[in-house]
């Protein structure tokens, strides 16, 4: 379907088109093969969410012709509106009403109806619904929903190439596909992807130089093990954390004043460094305060549920605010803990996952208790943090919360959850508004998921983090395992991070997933093992060579039928700048920094009200720290950050999409921090050693992390030697040049050779494999 | 059809293309000459079959967003009953349980107070137009004037995300950006869709990036900022010391080292950014061009007004977005600020108005000129309405306005709307009376004039298919000409 109409439209891409090989699910709905036996949850519920549950399925008040869909017993049971017939007989196609439907060509007869906007089934879609229904029409419940378990080791073509249970799973699927993996990556390659993704950062020459001169068996896990072990990792770590946690320095909304939660930033990274087990980051996070005599870093941790944006617009009504909270609260923790979409639910019942509109209120009413206000007055009364707070003095900080990065004395506030006293009543929010309480409700999390058993889980906050991090729950650890495979791969082994639900994408290695989970909750929770399990596999160690055979059997690389090739996070593209130029200021923590912006950016999109109506540039060390400090004003974030797909905090973010567009090209050529980062390397280059190719080599290896190919040598020198040139015969501007950044300029170091070797540098990270973990 | 389903197809294609033709780099600047929207990615026109969904009435829009909102009871709905009443309460019965701000809320009295500017009739739908629109008025005869246009939000951060993005909170894509995904540009060295910021002396209220969001889709739909300034779009100048001949150089020479690596490693992604690294080039000679006012004639610029010189006054934006369009943007968005006049409204407005009332005019004027006007849909209007009754003191020569979000009023000029004043509201000003247009009927009429089907125009995310109308919208058949 797909390819003819991009026939009729491009004459030319006709044989591009027609070779287009399709991914497994794609040659699914070509319409090739129809499996032996046909899966409910694999083949049959994906079509019935996306075409027929929007009327046939959990939502009560849309539902048409008192026809559900989603469970067995209704979509068996005689149709109310047609007499005598029934959507579904198991085993008896022709009998079936759903089949004649979804088969049928007259308009007024047809599902879905042309009036619903859905689209209608493929012919394959059809036969499979066929098959189904003749095999017997047999339901299941929802894969996510049901706890993983580990399933043994598949069979595989060759037992030598595993290095742990990882590489079963993702072998079987490459022997389906009758292709071989990819031979193991090169050293200096795999050295920058396992850096990159344990810290975050390029590796420094000398540890390139050991990792190549070391050629025993163990060398990349003692890598591994070191990084594993630098304080970097906690910051790497942490910077996924902030993004579902929607951690900001502002307030957001009109004004958008400052607040101070970096405190809680801290701790995240002080909490993945010390390998806090998961489902305790989780317990702390959720309900730190409600431990028993629970201590300032638990407080602390509860930070979490006080990140989301809060308004100081005068006038504004305070109950639709506090309301408004509560949903981002539950939002967060549903689509960032728990990977389902149930805000569908705040309004009404969820069209296509097993939550309802009082599903939906009872996991709100966890949050309903703290002693948060919906209106704390407007910017002018603005507080660094809001009620409740946690106040810490020097010494708390000195004694026991030593790596909160604090720069002067004075007390610090950071907003914490607390609970009231009395239980405040919820109520389900008719069409979610905050003035329209209807049925009250008990705190619970839902039944379809895992229920709430209150002999185990007290209905509060607690009992909830319980919940979570109980091992029957199905979601928790597959959610987190998985959102740590896409960080490393690009993409997760569900591809929907954040929507496990009917609608979500199928896992693509259901049993890796689930190994991966259980071995996670059976090793204690331990993160810094599920990442050196993935980093030590031999999947993650294959070379990232794409064949012609490859890309066509496995365009996305969903199959690791070759290493992972992703552009560098937005914020460690800053990293790696500043760090191959030996610029970076490795501090860790502290009150989040403000380096060169554009002029003008705060100024002209501000209410002119609040501290951050202006930028106040810093200057020093604060222009040399790692992305994750460069300061978040909700209204404007950092704009070169954005513009390479970071978050912009604005709510809980599980993925963050890979772009390539112009304006990322143009911030890598005339954005003053990659100048002058060129322009300081290339004079500490100059200095030290008077070899002009060594030079230029070695600024090579500092960005791409490689040594340069002989090929690659001559263009450079080539350009070096061209630019040098230039300059000396004054057709460019070399005192021109080198002023850039803050900076000062060597003036051991020649001032033409500066600017030649400078421009030479910004070519070099200008080259894609520079901002790519290769 | 869905538009996604295309997308996902073509950048399979490109991938694959640029892949199964193993000839490097040079052969992708010949594959770009050959089809040049397999590349650009930036004529979607080309690529959905069946969108339009249908013919067209508008190319592109201009929004003129007056953040803040501005009062439509001193500048459109002329309401002599306010005079009559001057100083009385409002009616209970007409304010009918209706919520108010924590501004007003705990007022014990509503003091009406009727404007203190004349009004007129002008044209031949004989529309009120305040004394202080002089301009506006003599292009009256193009405007459609809604006077019913009403949402649900009362406060500006949700009254503006709901105007702009269809919800009033959460990170959905702006209007913008639908319908650059719909519609794609015309101009593939420019962005098709980018923004202009301004401000008036008026009480401010901030505008933030969100507002130009490209939400969930792809983030090249995302809103452009630009400027009249020296750096019209952020990091577009190369560094002063580096010339054009000298980039071209150093990005010949990127080629080649690309290049190399694709050969080692033959990931399609790597010419994709080689591509996208030409496409930097050419803006930065598209855009100075485009924004360069200096070459305007004397008579546009007196058309304009004198300030249309000065960078980043809304009447330089006014005429830098006839320029924008004119170039083929799809879709232009300003956001003046400065009309939340709390208090003082008398003399704020004033202000706001000589900002904007001559330049909005001008624009009309200019497009019509250069028989643009017809395709190009402009829009004028603010987050929500101000209030009949007084915040604050009222005197015979002050007042305030609170926010009020039950009717107020918008104009559309072009892009196939029919001239003349729609709907109503009450003698008092304060609720409307006939043909109400809620932000989701705006919206789903938007989009028709531009050819597109609000139901129709939609992209999935997390299991849910989204519009801009979200599950609402009625296409408001009596403004279409």
């Known amino acids: 379907m797909k390819n003819k109409i991009i026939l009729a439209i491009f004459g030319v891409v006709i044989v591009i088109a027609a070779l287009d090989s399709c991914s497994d699910s794609e040659a699914i709905a070509e319409g090739t093969v129809l499996p032996d036996s046909v899966s409910y949850n694999f083949n049959i519920r994906p079509i019935f969410s996306d075409k027929?549950?929007?009327?046939?399925?959990?939502?009560?008040?849309?539902?048409?012709?008192?026809?559900?869909?989603?469970?067995?017993?209704?979509?068996?049971?005689?149709?109310?509106?047609?007499?005598?017939a029934y959507a579904i007989v198991p085993g008896n196609v022709d009998a079936s009403e759903l089949f004649k439907r979804v088969s049928s060509t007259d308009t007024s007869y047809m599902m879905p109806p042309p009036n619903a906007?859905?689209?209608?089934?493929?012919?394959?879609?059809?036969?499979?619904?066929?098959?189904?229904?003749?095999?017997?029409?047999?339901?299941?419940?929802?894969?996510?929903?049901?706890?993983?378990?580990?399933?043994?080791?598949?069979?595989?073509?060759?037992?030598?190439?595993?290095?742990?249970?990882?590489d079963y799973f993702v072998m079987q699927k490459l022997d389906q596909l009758n292709t071989a993996p990819n031979e193991a990556e090169d050293k200096e390659r795999l050295l920058k992807r396992v850096s990159f993704d344990i810290t975050?950062?390029?590796?420094?020459?000398?540890?390139?130089?050991?990792?190549?001169?070391?050629?025993?068996?163990?060398?990349?896990?003692?890598?591994?093990?070191?990084?594993?072990?630098?304080?970097?990792?906690?910051?790497?770590?942490?910077?996924?954390?902030?993004?579902?946690?929607?951690?900001?320095?502002?307030?957001?909304?009109?004004?958008?004043?400052?607040?101070s939660q970096w405190p809680w930033r801290d701790w995240v990274i002080h909490a993945f460094n010390k390998n806090l087990p998961f489902d305790q980051f989780l317990t702390w996070q959720i309900a730190g305060d409600m431990l028993p005599n629970a201590t300032q870093e638990e407080m602390l941790a509860t930070g979490f549920f006080r990140n989301h944006k809060y308004t100081e617009e005068g006038g504004v009504i305070p109950e639709e605010y506090r309301v408004e909270y509560l949903v981002d609260?539950?939002?967060?923790?549903?689509?960032?803990?728990?990977?389902?979409?149930?805000?569908?639910?705040?309004?009404?019942?969820?069209?296509?996952?097993?939550?309802?509109?009082?599903d939906y209120y009872q996991m709100l009413a966890f949050f309903n208790n703290t002693k948060e206000a919906g209106y704390e007055g407007d910017v002018s009364t603005s507080k660094p943090a809001k009620t409740p707070f946690l106040v810490l003095g020097d010494t708390d900080i000195q004694k026991t919360l030593s790596f909160i990065h604090k720069k002067d004395t004075g007390m610090l506030t950071i907003s914490v959850m607390g609970e009231l006293d009395t239980l405040r009543k919820t109520y389900i929010l008719n069409r979610g508004r905050y003035d329209a309480p209807t049925v009250e409700v008990n705190a619970a999390a839902p039944e379809s998921i895992m229920p709430f058993d209150t002999t185990k889980f007290p209905r509060n906050r607690l009992g909830l983090a319980r919940w979570t991090v109980d091992k029957s729950n199905p979601l928790t650890a597959r959610v987190f395992v998985n959102q740590i495979w896409q960080d490393i791969f690009g993409r997760g082994i569900v591809k929907t991070t954040g929507d496990y639900g009917m609608q979500g994408e199928l896992p693509t290695h259901p049993e890796l997933l689930d190994w991966l989970a259980v071995d996670f909750m059976e090793h204690n929770w331990d993160v810094k093992y599920l990442l050196k399990e993935i980093l030590l596999s031999a999947t993650y160690r294959q070379s990232t060579i794409a064949t012609k055979e490859k890309l066509e059997k496995d365009p996305e690389n969903k199959f690791y039928t070759r290493g992972p090739r992703t552009r560098l996070t937005a914020e460690f593209i800053r990293d790696m700048v500043l760090a191959s130029s030996g610029l970076l200021v490795p501090v860790i923590g502290g009150p989040s920094v403000k380096p060169y912006q554009p002029a003008g950016l705060w100024e002209s999109a501000t209410s002119g009200r609040g501290v951050l109506a202006t930028y106040k540039q810093d200057h020093g060390e604060d222009l040399y720290r790692r992305g994750m400090y460069t300061f978040i004003k909700l209204t404007v974030p950092p704009p070169s950050m954005v513009m390479f797909d970071a978050s912009n905090r604005d709510q809980c973010e599980v993925k963050r999409s890979k772009t390539n567009t112009p304006l990322q090209a143009l911030i890598m050529m005339n954005d003053p921090l990659v100048l002058e980062a060129s322009r300081v390397l290339a004079q500490k280059l100059l200095v030290q050693n008077a070899d002009q190719k060594l030079q230029i080599s070695n600024a090579f290896r500092l960005i791409v992390c490689r040594k340069p190919t002989d090929k690659e040598m001559t263009i450079l020198g080539d350009y070096y030697n061209q630019q040098l040139q230039q300059f000396q015969q004054k057709n460019l501007d070399a005192n021109k040049t080198i002023q850039v950044g803050e900076w000062p300029v060597n003036d051991k170091a020649d001032i033409n050779h500066s600017a030649a070797l400078m421009k030479v540098i910004v070519m070099i990270y200008n080259m894609e494999e520079s901002i790519m973990k290769t | 059809m869905q538009k996604e389903i295309f997308e996902h197809g073509l950048n399979h294609n490109r991938r694959k293309f640029l892949s199964q033709l193993s000839l490097g780099i040079g052969s992708v600047a010949l594959g770009s000459l050959l089809i040049p929207d397999l590349f650009s990615n930036n004529n979607p026109d080309a690529i959905m079959a069946g969108l339009p969904h249908f013919a067209p009435k508008a190319k592109r829009i201009i929004y003129l967003f007056q953040n803040g909102a501005p009062s439509q009871l001193d500048l459109f709905d002329y309401k002599p009953k306010l005079q009559e009443m001057f100083g009385q309460d409002l009616p209970a019965s007409i304010r009918n349980g209706q919520r108010l701000t924590g501004m007003t809320a705990d007022q014990k009295k509503f003091p009406l107070a009727g404007t203190v500017f004349q009004f007129n009739q002008y044209g031949k739908h004989k529309a009120w137009l305040s004394e202080l629109l002089p301009h506006t008025a003599s292009v009256v005869d193009d405007l459609c004037i809604i006077k019913s246009m009403y949402t649900e939000a009362i406060n500006h951060d949700p009254a503006l995300t709901f105007f702009q993005t269809g919800a009033q909170v959460g990170n959905r894509p702006s209007m913008g950006s639908w319908v650059s995904y719909g519609l794609g540009t015309e101009n593939k060295n420019l962005p098709g869709f980018c923004v202009l910021l301004s401000k008036g002396k008026g009480n401010g209220q901030g505008v933030y990036s969100k507002l130009w969001s490209n939400g969930f889709l792809d983030s090249f739909y995302q809103g452009v900022q630009f400027s009249s300034g020296e750096n019209p779009v952020l990091?577009?100048?190369?560094?002063?010391?580096?010339?054009?001949?000298?980039?071209?150089?150093?990005?010949?020479?990127?080629?080649?080292?690309?290049?190399?690596?694709?050969?080692?490693?033959?990931?399609?992604?790597?010419?994709?950014?080689?591509?996208?690294?030409?496409?930097?080039?050419?803006?930065?000679?598209?855009v100075p061009e485009v924004t360069d006012l200096s070459k305007e004639p004397e008579s546009i610029i007196k058309m304009y007004g004198a300030d249309c010189l000065v960078p980043g006054t809304f009447a330089a934006n006014c005429l830098l977005a006839r320029k924008l369009s004119e170039n083929g943007v799809r879709f232009v968005q300003l956001y003046h600020q400065g009309w939340d006049a709390h208090g003082d409204l008398p003399s704020q407005i004033k202000g706001q108005c000589q900002d904007v009332d001559q330049a909005s005019a001008a624009l009309i004027t200019d497009l019509k000129q250069r028989g643009m006007l017809d395709e190009t849909l402009v829009i004028w209007g603010g987050e929500f309405g101000r209030t009949n009754y007084c915040q604050g003191t009222l005197t015979k020569e002050d007042y305030g306005r609170d926010h009020h979000p039950r009717c107020f009023t918008v104009w559309m000029a072009g892009g196939g709307v029919k001239p003349g004043v729609y709907g109503e509201t009450d003698e008092f000003g304060y609720n409307i009376i006939e043909n109400p247009v809620h932000v989701h009927d705006f919206h789903a009429t938007v989009l028709n004039l531009m050819g597109l089907d609000h139901e129709k125009l939609t992209y999935k995310h997390l299991g849910r298919r989204y519009r801009l109308t979200d599950v609402a919208g009625n296409i408001v058949k009596g403004i279409i000409a």
Request: hydrophobic share 35%; net charge neutral; with cysteine.
């Open chain 2, 235 to 286: 990091y577009l100048n190369n560094p002063d010391a580096v010339s054009k001949a000298d980039r071209r150089n150093m990005l010949d020479k990127l080629a080649e080292l690309n290049d190399e690596n694709y050969k080692t490693f033959g990931d399609p992604e790597i010419n994709a950014k080689v591509q996208q690294y030409e496409l930097a080039y050419r803006m930065q000679t598209a």
């Open chain 1, 329 to 358: 609260k539950t939002k967060t923790f549903t689509k960032g803990i728990l990977g389902v979409t149930m805000e569908c639910a705040q309004c009404h019942d969820h069209k296509y996952d097993p939550f309802s509109q009082k």
């Open chain 1, 117 to 166: 906007h859905l689209g209608t089934l493929t012919p394959f879609e059809v036969q499979l619904i066929k098959k189904w229904i003749a095999q017997g029409a047999k339901y299941q419940k929802h894969w996510a929903f049901t706890s993983p378990v580990k399933a043994p080791l598949p069979k595989i073509s060759d037992d030598k190439w595993p290095v742990n249970a990882i």
């Open chain 1, 52 to 84: 027929c549950f929007k009327c046939h399925g959990p939502d009560a008040a849309k539902r048409e012709a008192h026809l559900r869909l989603d469970i067995a017993d209704s979509a068996y049971a005689a149709l109310k509106e047609t007499k005598g």
């Open chain 1, 200 to 259: 975050g950062l390029p590796p420094s020459i000398a540890m390139m130089d050991k990792f190549l001169a070391d050629n025993s068996d163990k060398a990349y896990e003692k890598v591994v093990d070191q990084l594993l072990q630098t304080p970097q990792y906690g910051e790497k770590m942490a910077l996924h954390w902030l993004d579902i946690a929607r951690y900001a320095d502002s307030y957001g909304y009109q004004d958008d004043n400052i607040r």
